[in-house]
């Protein structure tokens, strides 16, 4: 998925650069270095780690660049969140986290992983193990599955709580220095 993206995306800037380039008329600008994003985006993307009994953040990932989903920044959250907790009980998350590799990184960490599945999954497991375990559970027991998951919007008031707290838009620039300004 992050591949086509990028393959779109470098379209889109070719075609951007190469517009830009017949406006300059061939001068070179050796300013100070500029933002590669097109327009003034003041949000940068963070897939959080959050533990549902304290609220507490255990895991970020930031990435000011808008060209990549949300499930190319969950690993390193995973990963974070691990190192603070290595005997994890089960991991929640969206829908958008409902794919095979995914559930085979959680279950493959002794985790019970609770993505709510897209409406035309299969139980075809395609090499993840973690998908199977997770769709079984979900079809033998829905309401008990349904109610672990549930624990999910604990995240959702730790977005919204930063959100009050730091609502702002990020006044930098450079994306080196929105990811600096968003981990602060």
Not at 6 to 28: F, L, R, T
Not at 41 to 58: D, E, N, T, W
Not at 74 to 82: C, H, V
């Amino acid at each position: 998925y992050a591949d086509k993206r990028q393959k779109q995306n470098s379209k889109k800037n070719y075609k951007k650069a190469k517009s830009a380039s017949s406006a300059k008329d061939g001068q070179a600008d050796d300013s100070f270095p500029k933002s590669n994003s097109v327009a003034k985006m003041g949000f940068s993307y963070a897939v959080m780690g959050v533990g549902v009994q304290y609220k507490l953040i255990s895991g970020i990932s930031i990435s000011p660049d808008h060209s990549i989903g949300e499930t190319t920044m969950f690993p390193e959250a995973f990963g974070q969140t691990l190192d603070c907790h290595p005997h994890l009980d089960g991991i929640l998350g969206d829908g958008i986290y409902g794919c095979r590799w995914i559930t085979d990184l959680v279950s493959g960490n002794h985790a019970t992983p609770y993505f709510l599945p897209r409406s035309n999954v299969t139980f075809k497991s395609k090499g993840a193990l973690g998908w199977y375990d997770m769709l079984y559970s979900l079809w033998e027991d829905p309401q008990g599955w349904l109610e672990e998951y549930h624990m999910r919007s604990i995240s959702e008031t730790v977005n919204s709580m930063v959100k009050c707290r730091f609502g702002a838009p990020l006044r930098k620039r450079l994306e080196s220095r929105k990811e600096t300004e968003t981990r602060l």
